[in-house]
């Protein structure tokens, strides 16, 4: 305003602010108005006093900033009404409120469980930083018997030093969790968990206003998947970092852990994941087999993969998911209409689930109420309850035995004699953190037994957002077929995997169609080489051609999972390499036949 007003003021403007707040439940039953807002100026005191009336909060709790714009205007009308002359506002207002979205405050009534822990007292985050790794790292080519600098050669080779790597960065990880008293750490771990996913969500309803307050969207989106990385990393690594300490910290004894130790032992961790992603590139070929070591102990890879296809791949995926959160804003302000449980679900996946688990998705949302409620009664979000009183609590809400039994069994994580021996009827592949769906992840197991097996006189420590997170992920991913079938062990589970990603599969087949006849050209989809006397060789997933019938495309189409790591990119790739009994194989052997037989096609 100094900027546009014809001469400065003579003292400092003091803006004071009266607000007739009601209570949170009556806000949404105020009545809609645009008498939000009165100003009074005291000229000879330099004072503007603006009254917010009770319809200001109200218009708070909409999509748009309309509230927000009468408050900018009413501080703009009380210097005009001081310096004894209008002048202009249309400069202002786009430059603070270029459009509806662009706003400071956000109100609306709770929606999920994530919502009703909000208002529990939360610590600020810690996430990793590069010094955390680089610390990590130190001595380690001296640990593997390659001290000072260098350069390793050959694929075996490679892989057999960074293999080594990690079981050295193992070794000190296990040595400095048995350090550290087991409750103390994890505690310390689950309340940043907890911190981080408050902070993610904030970040989440905020999207569409960061957005428009900022001109630069480049810089908005590179500054916002910068943080989402660091949440990330930090979630990833605190999750295993939790997984190692449940087996290797004493439980009785050992020191109380601090943040300096945290990040200590996350860096470890980190590095860890880093040296077998590094191996999973060179494994699936997709860079050169050459890893260096230098004198500080850090050690890498060619980059070249992970510049010019990794990170555009994630940033073109966070970039995505950030725009789609921006454009769902409005309906945060909707009213959240409960459905049940068959209504969202199909009755086949109701029953697979059960099957699988032992306990249907209905009970599993009655323990999140109960462990939800627990929590904001505790005023934490982090919580001891013992396996009695949680069974009593669930025996409340309706659940038989057999199913909390069940509960225990499935979601509990428990402490083995050594984090790196998977337990009888798991595999290494169910506690190796660089895979995902790893059936004894924190992510499967949210429900942490700190002293032994979940006895009734056992004691349960959970983070209320990581169990709501978790159970959410769990039941959407497997919904959808984005979980891997060999993350479960029923038929009935794996049936259904098999039956939804085939069903994604068909449709995505159909889309493609729309696509290439929108383009002018006539297609078919998920057509039968039958139709062409061919037995043996399946189906074309969508086939066209021009409407002179002079050019034929026949077209292949993969709806992939989304990658999250080196190995999955790697994995993807193997399968479509066109080489003998591979994903692409198939395709090539039809493109063969149609070449060779054009005439059959008219």
């Known amino acids: ?81 001081l310096y004894g002359a209008e002048f202009s506002t249309s400069e202002l207002f786009e430059e603070m409120m270029p459009n509806d979205d662009a706003r400071f405050a956000h109100l609306f009534m709770a929606r999920t469980h994530a919502d009703e822990l909000s208002d529990i007292p939360q610590k600020s985050t810690t996430l990793i930083t590069d010094h955390d790794s680089y610390n990590a790292a130190l001595g380690i ?45 994890i505690k310390v771990v689950l309340q940043n968990l907890e911190a981080i996913r408050a902070d993610e969500i904030v970040w989440e309803r905020t999207a569409a206003a960061v957005g428009s307050v900022y001109k630069n969207q480049s810089d ?79 050690f890498g890879i060619p980059n070249n993969f992970n510049d010019t296809v990794l990170v555009p791949y994630q940033q073109g995926r966070f970039a995505d998911y950030f725009r789609r959160t921006a454009a769902d804003y409005s309906k ?11 209504e969202v679900f199909d009755g086949e996946f109701l029953k697979a689930w059960e099957v699988e688990f032992g306990f249907s998705i209905k009970q599993l949302l009655s323990l999140e109420e109960v462990l939800i409620r627990k929590a904001r009664k505790a005023e934490d979000r982090v919580v001891d309850v013992s396996v009695a009183e949680l069974l009593v609590l669930l025996r409340a809400e309706g659940l038989d035995s057999s199913a909390s039994e069940h509960m225990l069994e499935s979601l509990v994580l428990s ?36 002293s032994g097996s979940p006895s009734s006189s056992a004691q349960i420590t959970y983070g209320a957002g990581l169990v709501h997170n978790a159970f959410s992920f769990t039941v959407t991913s497997t919904h ?20 939804v990603n085939n069903k994604n599969g068909t449709e995505f087949n159909e889309t493609v169609r729309q696509v290439v006849e929108s383009a002018g050209l006539r297609a078919r989809s998920s057509v039968q080489m039958t139709e062409f ?28 999972r989304f990658a999250r790591t080196v190995g999955e990119v790697g994995e993807q790739l193997r399968r479509f390499r066109g080489q003998p009994g591979d994903d692409l194989y ?13 005439l059959d096609l008219l």
Not at 263 to 269: E, K, N, R, S
Not at 415 to 431: E, K, M, N, V
Not at 480 to 499: A, C, I, Y
Request: hydrophobic letters at 40%; proline letters at 5%; aromatic letters at 6%.
């Open 1 to 81: 305003m100094e900027e546009v007003a014809p001469e400065p003021l003579p003292s400092n403007v003091e803006i004071f602010i009266d607000a007739d707040i009601p209570r949170e439940d009556e806000i949404l039953d105020i009545p809609l108005s645009n008498d939000l807002i009165e100003v009074a100026t005291n000229r000879a005191n330099n004072e503007i006093r603006i009254i917010l009336k009770r319809s200001f909060l109200r218009a708070l709790a909409e999509p748009t900033n309309r509230a927000e714009k009468q408050l900018v205007r009413a501080i703009i009308d009380g210097a005009s009404a």
């Open 141 to 185: 080519g001296a640990a593997v018997a390659l001290p000072g600098r260098h350069t390793i050669n050959g694929k075996k080779k490679s892989q057999r030093s960074l293999h080594k790597i990690v079981d050295v960065l193992w070794e000190r990880t296990r040595d400095q969790l048995r350090i550290y008293n087991r409750s103390s750490l």
């Open 220 to 298: 908005v989106l590179a500054a916002a998947h910068n943080q989402g990385n660091l949440r990330n990393r930090t979630s990833l690594t605190s999750r295993v970092l939790i997984e190692m300490a449940i087996c290797e910290c004493p439980p009785d004894t050992g020191v109380t852990s601090g943040r300096t130790d945290y990040l200590v032992l996350i860096g470890l961790v980190n590095t860890l994941l880093l040296a077998a992603y590094n191996s999973d590139a060179i494994q699936y070929d997709l860079v050169e087999p050459d890893l260096e070591i230098w004198p500080n102990g850090e």
């Open 332 to 342: 945060l302000f909707r009213k959240n209409e409960g459905k049940e449980v068959e």
């Open 415 to 450: 402490p083995r004699h050594s984090w790196a021996a998977p337990p009888d009827g798991f595999t290494l592949r169910d506690i190796e953190p660089w895979h995902f769906g790893r059936r004894l992840s924190m992510i499967r197991r949210p429900l942490l037994c700190l």
């Open 480 to 499: 959808s077929g984005t979980m891997s079938e060999r993350s479960f062990t029923s038929m009935g589970m794996q049936k259904w995997l098999g039956g």
């Open 533 to 560: 006397d061919v037995d043996g060789m399946g189906d074309v997933d969508v086939l066209a051609w021009t409407h002179a019938g002079d050019v034929v495309f026949v077209i292949e189409c993969k709806h992939l």
């Open 586 to 598: 198939a395709h090539i052997r039809r493109v063969k036949w149609f070449t060779e037989n054009k």
